[in-house]
C-alpha cells in the first residue's frame, strides 16, 4: 500500500506540474499580448507627435517670417519718421509744407497759404 499511495501522489505532482505549466504558458500569452498593446499605443503616440511637431515646426517658421517682416517694416518706418524729422528741422523760419505735398495728397482746391488753409491739418505738424 505503501508504494501505491507514493504512486498516486507522484502522479498528482505531476498533474500539478502540468496544471502549473498551463497556467505559465497562459499567462506568458497574455504578458506578450499586453506587451503588443502597449507596443502599438506607443507607436501610435509617436507617429501623433511626430505629426504635431511637424505641425508646430511650420508655425514656428511662419511667426519667424512674420517677425522678420515686421522687423524690416519697423525698421523703415523708424528711418522715413527720422528722415521727415530731419527734413523737419532743416526748414528755415516757420513751416514749409512743400517737402510733405510730394508724399501726402492735398485736395486740389486747397492753396496751401490762408488762415483757415486745412492743408496743414493733413500734414500732422504743428
Known amino acids: 500500500e505503501e508504494e501505491g499511495e507514493e504512486g498516486e501522489g507522484g502522479e498528482g505532482d505531476d498533474i500539478k506540474r502540468t496544471r502549473r505549466m498551463l497556467s505559465n504558458r497562459e499567462s506568458a500569452r497574455r504578458s506578450r499580448r499586453r506587451k503588443q498593446a502597449a507596443l502599438g499605443d506607443l507607436e501610435m503616440q509617436v507617429a501623433s507627435l511626430r505629426m504635431e511637431n511637424s505641425s508646430l515646426l511650420n508655425r514656428l517658421q511662419d511667426a519667424s517670417e512674420q517677425y522678420k517682416s515686421a522687423l524690416h517694416t519697423n525698421q523703415n518706418l523708424r528711418m522715413n ?8 528741422e532743416g526748414t528755415s523760419g516757420g513751416y514749409d509744407n512743400s517737402m510733405v505735398r510730394d508724399r501726402i495728397p492735398i485736395p486740389a482746391h486747397s492753396s496751401g497759404m490762408g488762415a483757415g488753409d ?9
Open 118 to 126: 486745412e492743408s496743414e491739418s493733413h500734414v500732422g505738424v504743428p
Open 81 to 88: 519718421v527720422a528722415s521727415l524729422q530731419q527734413q523737419a
